[in-house]
């Protein structure tokens, strides 16, 4: 059992083949003492708590308890009952009689809790290190930092201690966390997740998030987690969409190039630079966008109205026990006492004027790929420069909850310096399955092992890949496409968008002759052939034949070899209706020659007669 993957779905499969909670629990507490770490945990359950909670789940039951028997952590400013809460200040500390509205959530969904996680003092800051506990040790690289303020939730996911763990989130605390340490985190719309029993950073702008391995089973918690929560005054009624196919035709706001910061750090700007390529091989249309609007809404977060409310939040206690508050915390709750209230409206009047600045600019787009963080640091190097360094980590972070942002912070690949390698896919609120959707293909496509445990991804393949429920999967590769004239056909006949893909590179593409609605023929050839983009999407077996009858000749139906060494039936031409067709393979797509013909035409048709 010690050598069990801890992702949702192998601890389920585990259950099935006769694996009992007591295996689980002893290996999840075999792996923190492996660990070494005094910093991950605050207080830990004891054995014999967890044991009596699986004994209360029942037999195994993954439908009516979709989260049964997986083990969870939760940071230390998340209440579980009969559990102190510290916030990282031992003075604070209490112990509450009911679990936060979140926990609760989960633990009636079957989820048993391990403990309860370090984070900066009072969720303040990005890096990790302002505790008096022990520094949790980042799990890729003890010589960097956690990150913050969830650190010890990301450290002990990462390292496959639990299935997932429970952080928050205002400015970044639950991404740069998640992309120091090589795991998923979930930063959801705010309100999404209730925020009763969490004790506030700034209440107007607090998020629960979510520490996982995989895009999946973070949004399995999301979605188990999420809801109206009536005791909650910033709940919303967020509509959770079931994890499904991203987009065939996807547009991406991306920082303009001049805008990009990384302080030097060439080697995130090349991991970041990768990431792109990956979104554009699997559809993705990139936009480059201004971002000094951005950047000046982040700035809002240290200044004024929302130093005062981090301040309004545990104003009692900081009076009283100012002493007890780590150094830099007090430091930057603190400056709260200079600011007024013409301060804070100040603030608000400059955010709203950013809102309505921004508003279409997030409306022009799917959604925007950040880098998670701009660089990595030391612990040495964010111990001598406490402020600059973690303002630094926040700069593509901290506009996101102040302009109503929901994101996701994914792993996409290694730097060539071994670090990891993240990036944030961010949307407007009430996204989250369209972010989650793209970063599971992403994270697919990265191949990287989970977390720091070594697990390879299982089954990692895009979202709406084919699976054993007697779909078919159908290639096009003309007007067939997303957006192009016959896609109302495929829509009709009950076929729902897979992926976009590529040939492998054995074909070529002729635009046909003599086609009332143009559209091309893909041949497949011995020698000299290119890889073509398509689409596949997916029908059942009746729609499927009823589909296919009807196609016209020259066209038919045949087997297409894929770039990633999949196949599935498409639509192939006859060699005979090749009379009079253009060889077109050379645009790589049907897509792109349409886009090229219809950008040159016009400047044909304008131009002078000789």
Same mark, same amino acid.
């Given at each position: 059992m010690s050598d069990i993957r801890f992702d949702i779905g192998s601890l389920h499969a585990a259950y099935r083949a006769g694996a009992n909670v007591a295996e689980v629990i002893d290996t999840a507490l075999a792996r923190i003492a492996a660990a070494g770490d005094p910093g991950i945990f605050i207080n830990l359950a004891t054995r014999a708590n967890m044991l009596a909670e699986a004994e209360a789940l029942g037999p195994f039951d993954p439908v009516a308890k979709p989260l049964w028997g997986i083990p969870?952590?939760?940071?230390?400013?998340?209440?579980?009952?009969?559990?102190?809460?510290?916030?990282?200040?031992?003075?604070?500390?209490?112990?509450?009689?009911?679990?936060?509205?979140?926990?609760?959530?989960l633990k009636a969904a079957g989820a048993l809790v391990v403990g309860k996680t370090n984070l900066d003092q009072f969720a303040?800051?990005?890096?990790?290190?302002?505790?008096?506990? @022990?520094?949790?040790? =980042?799990? &890729?690289?003890?010589?960097?930092?956690?990150? $913050?303020?969830? !650190?010890?939730?990301? +450290? /002990?996911?990462?390292?496959?201690?639990?299935?997932?763990?429970?952080?928050?989130?205002?400015?970044?605390?639950?991404?740069? @966390?998640?992309?120091? =340490?090589? &795991?998923?985190?979930?930063?959801?719309?705010? $309100?999404?997740? !209730?925020?009763?029993? +969490? /004790?506030?950073?700034?209440?107007?702008?607090d998020c629960v998030s979510v520490f996982a391995l995989t895009v999946d089973d973070a949004y399995k918690v999301f979605t188990v987690a999420a809801g109206h929560d009536a005791f909650d005054a910033y709940s919303r009624d967020v509509?959770?969409?079931?994890?499904?196919?991203?987009?065939?035709?996807?547009?991406?706001g991306i920082p303009a190039k001049a805008d990009l910061k990384f302080f030097g750090d060439a080697s995130m700007q090349a991991g970041f630079e990768t990431a792109l390529a990956t979104l554009e091989t699997l559809g993705a249309r990139l936009v480059q966008i201004p971002f000094g609007d951005f950047y000046a809404t982040a700035d809002l977060l240290y200044e004024g109205a929302w130093v005062a409310e981090r301040y309004a939040a545990i104003r009692d206690f900081f009076e009283a026990n100012e002493a007890?508050?780590?150094?830099?915390?007090?430091?930057?709750?603190g400056g709260a006492r200079n600011l007024s209230a013409a301060d804070a409206f100040r603030g608000f009047y400059a955010l709203q004027a950013y809102k309505?600045?921004?508003?279409?600019?997030?409306?022009?787009?799917?959604?925007?790929?950040?880098?998670?963080?701009?660089?990595?640091?030391?612990?040495?190097?964010v111990l001598a420069d406490p402020i600059a360094t973690n303002s630094r980590l926040g700069t593509y972070t901290n506009f996101v909850n102040?302009?109503?942002?929901?994101?996701?912070?994914?792993?996409?690949?290694?730097?060539?310096?071994?670090?990891?390698?993240?990036?944030?896919?961010?949307?407007?609120?009430?996204?989250?399955?369209?972010?989650?959707?793209?970063?599971?293909?992403?994270?697919?496509?990265?191949?990287?092992?989970?977390?720091?445990?070594?697990?390879?991804?299982?089954?990692?393949?895009?979202?709406g890949a084919a699976a054993e429920d007697g779909m078919i999967e159908l290639v096009v590769v003309g007007a067939h496409l997303s957006g192009m004239p016959l896609n109302g056909q495929l829509k009709e006949a009950?076929?729902?968008?897979?992926?976009?893909?590529r040939t492998a590179p054995s074909y070529r593409l002729y635009e046909l002759a003599g086609q009332t609605t143009p559209k091309p023929g893909l041949v497949r050839v011995r020698d000299g052939g290119a890889a073509i983009e398509i689409e596949v999407w997916r029908l059942c077996a009746a729609a499927f034949g009823r589909f296919?009858?009807?196609?016209?000749?020259?066209?038919?139906?045949?087997?297409?070899?894929?770039?990633?060494?999949?196949?599935?039936?498409?639509?192939?031409?006859?060699?005979?209706?090749?009379?009079?067709?253009?060889?077109?393979?050379?645009?790589?797509?049907?897509?792109?020659?349409?886009?090229?013909?219809?950008?040159?035409q016009p400047r044909l048709e304008s131009a002078p007669a000789n």
């Open positions: 969870f952590a939760v940071k230390d400013n998340i209440d579980v009952a009969g559990m102190p809460t510290t916030a990282a200040c031992a003075e604070f500390a209490y112990t509450p009689e009911k679990d936060a509205t979140v926990v609760a959530r303040t800051g990005l890096v990790g290190t302002r505790t008096p506990w @022990p520094i949790p040790r =980042n799990a &890729i690289d003890p010589k960097l930092v956690p990150g $913050g303020s969830s !650190s010890g939730s990301a +450290v /002990v996911t990462a390292r496959g201690i639990v299935s997932f763990a429970l952080g928050t989130d205002t400015a970044g605390s639950g991404r740069i @966390p998640a992309g120091l =340490n090589n &795991i998923v985190g979930l930063k959801p719309t705010v $309100g999404a997740l !209730s925020t009763t029993g +969490v /004790v506030p950073a700034c209440r107007t702008l509509a959770v969409q079931p994890l499904a196919a991203r987009p065939p035709v996807l547009t991406v007890a508050l780590h150094p830099v915390t007090r430091k930057i709750i309505a600045r921004l508003a279409p600019v997030i409306a022009s787009v799917d959604l925007f790929c950040v880098p998670t963080a701009p660089t990595h640091y030391t612990v040495d190097a102040l302009l109503d942002m929901c994101g996701i912070a994914v792993p996409s690949g290694t730097r060539d310096d071994g670090l990891p390698m993240s990036v944030t896919l961010l949307a407007a609120a009430g996204r989250d399955g369209l972010v989650a959707a793209v970063a599971r293909d992403l994270h697919a496509a990265s191949g990287l092992a989970l977390g720091a445990t070594g697990w390879r991804q299982s089954g990692a393949q895009p979202v009950g076929a729902h968008f897979c992926r976009s893909a296919v009858a009807a196609i016209p000749p020259p066209l038919g139906i045949g087997t297409i070899e894929l770039d990633d060494g999949t196949s599935a039936k498409g639509f192939l031409a006859e060699s005979a209706g090749l009379a009079a067709a253009t060889d077109i393979s050379v645009y790589g797509g049907w897509r792109s020659y349409v886009a090229r013909t219809n950008e040159i």
